[in-house]
């Protein structure tokens, strides 16, 4: 079994700053890719940060500048560095990550349970 735990969410004021992080644990061989999405109340999940297992990240347009991702491969966690938020950065964030393990051909993607962000005065 392979678990995705995230941690850093919370209440911040706008114009404030968040680190999550989200460890991957189980019977892993390696962790591919990471990323983080997220997932506002009324609105699909949408893509914050993706990272591979080399450190080449990739971020939609929306989000560039303002969040930054990074990861540990020691440690099989992502971590996601949020600055300068706003109300509409409000939403649950997930953790994904692309795993391989022992007598598994293909790469199976997990997801962590989410972290509640909200940015409100």
């Known amino acids: 079994q392979v678990q995705l735990v995230e941690s850093g969410g919370g209440l911040v004021q706008p114009g404030g700053s968040l680190r999550l992080s989200c460890a991957a644990s189980?019977?892993?061989?390696?962790?591919?890719?990471m990323g983080w999405y997220r997932q506002a109340p009324g609105k699909q999940r949408e893509l914050v940060a993706r990272?591979?297992?080399?450190?080449?990240?990739n971020y939609p347009d929306s989000k560039k500048g303002r969040f930054t991702i990074s990861r540990d491969n020691a440690k099989n966690t992502v971590y996601l560095e949020m600055n300068s938020l706003t109300p509409e950065d409000t939403a649950v964030y997930y953790c994904?990550?692309?795993?391989?393990?022992?007598?598994?051909?293909?790469?199976?993607?997990?997801w962590g349970q989410g972290t509640q962000v909200t940015v409100s005065s």
């Open positions: 990272i591979t297992r080399g450190g080449v990240t």
């Open positions: 994904n990550a692309d795993i391989a393990q022992a007598g598994v051909s293909l790469l199976h993607s997990y």
């Open positions: 189980g019977s892993i061989l390696r962790v591919e890719g």
